[in-house]
């Protein structure tokens, strides 16, 4: 199985991990780089300071620069692209799961999610397309946002399907907004959705879902979820994630195709049910040939196992429990 999951792009860590996927009855995933491609990109900019449009991206980019975000890539490039230089940056600090902060020609700026710069600002239109919104904000005062757009994986939606087609229940994990995260789950057809956790608390909502005796599945790219895919009964982490994901998961999906989470659950049914037929075969013939060759049926019919025969049998029992394993290489998962 290990060895049939390799050759599909489903890199197992170990037997066991595969062993305990076949039980999973709930899958977790992250939205960032799991269920999107982690590749945001800059789609608007909306201007509610006395600066230029390019000023204020220059601030911007100039903070994010110093961010390992991917929204923070977003932004960079975007200025890279329109060819605004960026600015020297003091007091950088990162806020885990909200934004950054940092000093620029003496004046301290915020950026990121609404909480954080406490922004009422619903920006209902561009959220409930599925896009995130990035505050800028200086001395209490909302200067900019920002909307970034990660487009969903290609096959996210087909994953989803087959998952519940399973009985495998999905639920979605973010740190994003509310109504981004709502708006992403109904386009991939996710019921349950779990929005603005913090990092630590991804972890938190896996312990729960443990607590009510379920068998769970995260899927995550490493990118503060890491703690999460640890946690879980069986950690999945993307290819195209960090490192520390692919350290901590037992799988790791090339590409960070998500429709091979599917193929990993199929291939743990298959070998789990080899395994089964294995055991039948393994015994069935020491059941049956054991008590011929120790002469229960001589007194009746004067039947012995002839010590060629039993030789033989014990060499197919070898044979028949291989070439059942076998199978598992020529099976389509
Ligand atoms: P996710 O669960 O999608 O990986 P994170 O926990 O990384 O989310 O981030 C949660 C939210 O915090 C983001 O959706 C964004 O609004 C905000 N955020 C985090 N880091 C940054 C950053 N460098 N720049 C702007 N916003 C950020
Ligand atoms: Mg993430």
Do not use: C
Request: net charge positive; no cysteine.
């Amino acid at each position: 199985g290990v060895g049939k999951g390799a050759k599909e792009g489903i890199l197992i860590k170990d037997a066991a991990t595969l062993e305990k996927l076949h039980k999973v009855n709930v899958v977790v995933m992250d939205k960032t780089g799991t269920i999107t491609k982690g590749k945001p990109e800059l789609v608007s900019l909306k201007n509610r300071s006395e600066k230029s449009d390019a000023e204020v991206v220059a601030i911007l980019a100039s903070l994010e620069h110093k961010s390992e975000h991917p929204i923070a890539h977003a932004v960079v490039t975007y200025a890279k692209e329109k060819n605004i230089a960026l600015l020297p940056v003091e007091r950088f600090e990162a806020i885990k799961g909200k934004g950054i902060s940092g000093t620029i020609g003496g004046v301290q700026y915020i950026a990121g999610s609404g909480k954080l710069v406490g922004s009422d600002a619903s920006l209902e239109e561009e959220t409930r397309a599925g896009n995130t919104p990035v505050f800028l904000a200086a001395g209490g005062k909302v200067l900019a946002a920002v909307m970034v757009a990660d487009a969903i994986k290609e096959n996210a939606k087909e994953s989803v399907a087959r998952l519940h087609a399973l009985g495998i229940k999905v639920v979605m994990l973010t740190g994003d907004d509310k109504n981004t995260a709502a708006a992403i789950a109904r386009l991939v057809g996710i019921d349950e959705v779990v929005a603005e956790v913090m990092p630590e608390d991804k972890l938190n909502i896996i312990k729960k879902l443990q607590a009510q005796g379920r068998v769970v599945a995260m899927a995550g790219d490493g990118v503060n979820d890491a703690p999460a895919l640890a946690a879980a009964d069986v950690g999945i982490a993307m290819a195209t994630g960090t490192d520390v994901a692919i350290e901590t998961a037992g799988i790791t999906l090339l590409h960070g195709d998500i429709s091979k989470l599917v193929k990993a659950i199929a291939l743990s049914k298959v070998t789990m049910r080899g395994i089964k037929q294995n055991l039948f075969w393994a015994f069935f013939y020491n059941v049956v040939g054991i008590p011929l060759a120790g002469g229960l049926l001589y007194p009746v019919f004067g039947w012995l196992l002839n010590p060629a025969f039993a030789g033989l049998a014990m060499a197919f029992s070898s044979v028949s429990v291989v070439g059942n394993s076998l199978r598992i290489k020529a099976k389509k998962i």
